[in-house]
């Protein structure tokens, strides 16, 4: 998803910041994050919207370059 032109033009676009997390020495803070988001392990995409009041959009575990970008679209608003 994040090699594709068109998504890492939509994330420049956007002023998107993506974060990773890296879980390999079982980090409690991700591990808890994982539970609330009732997935087992990472990677677990996130999309975060501009509007703080909106809730967090979590992206299903298999996802293409048109999921990405109509999931950015909403968090963006659009």
């Known amino acids: ?3 594709n032109k068109e998504v890492i033009a939509k994330l420049k676009e956007l002023n998107v910041k993506l974060v990773k997390a ?7 803070e991700i591990n808890a994050d994982l539970d609330r ?3 087992s392990n990472l990677p677990v995409n996130i999309i975060a919207p501009a509007d703080p009041d909106q809730p ?4 299903p575990e ?3 370059p048109e ?3 109509k999931a950015l679209e909403l968090a963006a608003g659009k």
């Open 56 to 59: 967090l959009i979590l992206m």
């Open 62 to 64: 298999i996802i293409g």
């Open 1 to 3: 998803m994040f090699s």
């Open 22 to 28: 890296d879980n390999t020495n079982a980090n409690p």
């Open 67 to 69: 999921d990405a970008l």
């Open 37 to 39: 988001f009732k997935r």
